[in-house]
């Protein structure tokens, strides 16, 4: 059989389904930017397909986090520093517009064209390609652009042979491609949210006179419980201020530089550049008459107080907070999930702590942050009250052997390159799945998260051919633990579900996230508790011996403490955002 000179990069199932009808396997070698798809076409037909992310290595994931870091702040700044201040000057507000809508998903999407180019070329280099065919596909995770992958190729890849197929027709693939349906739902959602809030405030009672008015983000999650303390306030919500009174015409002169000495010839660079210039175009409009209004409304009735409990970091709530903090009204933000504070994570600067005036941790404190980051500026304080314990289990749970909470599966564009990278961590997945389904005689569950899809869960095609484990995934992790007992927990990759197993009474085996290890300190005190191991094989050994009655327990509460449980939590968290709200 001939050498395969060509390449086929498939973005979504659909493709992987069109690849096979059209038997385009045969004199193509297959690609994808998503390791569900190369479990799929293994599975269901005996195909091999390479994720793209394989191109990458560890030391080079990092590196590009960090060069796409360094590279947004430099873009943003100098757009920060020649267009906000225009449009301050027309507007009279005092804000970083750029640096608030794309400091944060501006890394991951400068992140997704450097680690795809730097993949294609290796891709190319190591097979001696001659052409590559693309399957159609938008640019659009996360801004409202008009790239996709022809544009791309031809950009980048101009000296190749390069051709872009469909397998959808006409329609727009973005909603199914790997990642982006989860993207897509989410807007969805968000619509139908905004609709219910405009029918609910015909029934929102008037403005009560000398109450005081707090902007309120909803829901707030960790920080839900406070809410009927405030209702004795005006509570503002963002949809309150979109469908209020007109703001009257926001039209704005937006000049844009030339940004060639900030992007040097750096090509991926240069298209987010393209990218954030026409979604900015797109809604800097509308955005400006939310924020007249709210500026108005702040003006005839003063809010006394912004409050989130899951980070405002794109979109027009990103400049409303953004514009709360610039006229003095103090923000408090909330821990949402893990990786603060106790593992290297410093996106989170962006995401969160630069946010906020105050940021009400789940225990890390502002030590904690700078032995982990002793060159990063800190501009919120920490506030260390704790995190919301779960709620009361079934009266008689369900004992079982040994849970498996699956971490979701992530798209090379969709924040897949900023942890462990994809293909990897299925690697890591199917090994660990295989030898628990090797088991006979236990009671093994295995929980991706609810209602699984090939774009949330790689695994996803193995569950139909496990002999010896059982399926969950209709429910949260949350809920799972509210019904069942586990006497061990297996997390394959270090995130939020660990701080859910340590309020549990059993052994937990703990692997780690190459892109964000934990610190010293925190990593000493999780030790303790967790059966922690870096190698697939040793951790496999250890559960082995666990279910054979042979590991010594670990219960130890050093680290729960420190990064979890604290006494009064909502007491002091009520205490604290009270006084706040008085002064």
């Known amino acids: ?53 394989r191109f990458i290595s560890q030391d080079e994931a990092i590196a590009f986090c960090e060069q796409a870091e360094a590279a947004v702040d430099r873009l943003l700044a100098y757009l920060d520093e020649r267009v906000s201040a225009g449009l301050n000057r027309q507007t009279g507000f005092q804000l970083k517009y750029f640096d608030a ?46 790239m996709d992958v022809a544009e791309f190729a031809a950009g980048f890849f101009k000296d190749h042979e390069t051709r872009v197929i469909d397998s959808a027709g006409p329609a727009n693939k973005a909603a199914k491609v790997s990642g982006g349906g989860q993207i897509h739902s989410l807007v969805k959602t968000i619509k139908s949210s905004l609709r219910a809030a405009k029918a609910a405030l015909k029934k929102r009672p ?111 709530k990103a400049l409303v907070f953004a514009y709360l903090r610039s006229v003095g009204i103090k923000v408090v933000g909330a821990q ?10 410093p996106w989170h600067f962006k995401s969160d702590f630069n946010r906020c005036d105050y940021f009400i941790s789940f225990g890390f404190t502002a030590a904690d942050l ?40 992530r798209s090379l564009f969709c924040t897949g390159m900023s942890k462990m990278t994809p293909d990897s961590l299925v690697a890591r997945q199917i090994k660990l799945l295989e030898y628990l389904d090797s088991l006979t005689g236990f009671d093994i569950y295995v929980k991706p998260a609810p209602n699984p899809s090939y774009d949330s869960c790689s695994v996803l095609p193995l569950f139909r051919r496990f002999n010896n484990l059982k399926l969950v995934d209709d429910r949260s992790l949350t809920a799972f633990l509210e019904s069942y007992e586990p006497k061990g927990i297996l997390i394959e990759c270090a995130s939020t579900p660990l701080f859910d197993a340590l309020e549990c009474d ?17 990593l000493a005190e999780l030790k303790q508790r967790v059966h922690y191991s870096e190698d697939t094989g040793e951790m496999i050994s250890t559960i082995d011996l666990f279910l054979k009655n042979g590991l010594a327990p670990k219960r ?11 006494q009064n939590r909502e007491e002091n968290i009520r205490r604290f955002i009270g006084g706040l709200v008085a002064n």
């Open 206 to 316: 008037p403005i009560r006179r000398g109450a005081k008015n707090i902007f309120v983000d909803s829901p707030l999650y960790q920080l839900d419980f406070i809410s009927g303390d405030l209702s004795r306030h005006n509570l503002i919500g963002l949809n309150e201020i979109e469908v209020s009174g007109s703001a009257g015409e926001a039209a704005v002169k937006i000049d844009f530089p030339d940004a060639g000495p900030v992007i040097n010839g750096d090509k991926c660079l240069a298209a987010l550049y393209q990218d954030i210039r026409e979604d900015f175009s797109k809604n800097c409009p509308q955005f400006l008459k939310t924020l007249v209004k709210l500026d108005r409304r702040h003006k005839e009735h003063p809010i006394a107080l912004g409050l989130w409990g899951l980070p405002p970091n794109s979109g027009l």
């Open 336 to 345: 949402h999930g893990a990786s603060y504070g106790d593992s290297y994570e």
């Open 101 to 146: 809508l794309y400091s944060y998903f501006g890394r991951y999407h400068l992140l997704a064209y450097i680690c795809f180019y730097e993949a294609l070329k290796k891709m190319i280099a190591e097979y001696g390609l001659k052409s590559i065919t693309f399957y159609n596909f938008k640019f659009d995770c996360f801004f409202e652009i008009n």
């Open 370 to 409: 700078a032995r982990l980051y002793p060159d990063r500026q800190l501009s919120a304080e920490i506030l260390p009250f704790g995190k919301e314990r779960a709620g009361a289990s079934a009266a008689a749970r369900k004992k079982i052997d040994l849970l498996f909470p699956i971490t979701i599966s």
């Open 506 to 522: 059993a052994e937990i085996f703990l692997m780690n996230d190459f892109m964000h290890p934990f610190e010293g300190q925190a």
């Open 1 to 53: 059989m001939p050498e395969l000179k060509k390449a086929l990069i498939l973005y979504s199932i659909d493709d992987a389904r069109h690849c096979v009808s059209e038997r385009l396997f045969e004199d193509h070698r297959l690609f994808s930017v998503h390791p569900g798809i190369d479990v799929y076409l293994r599975v269901e037909h005996g195909l091999e397909c390479q994720c793209l992310s």
């Open 556 to 566: 130890d509460g050093t680290f729960a403490g420190h990064y979890m449980n604290k």
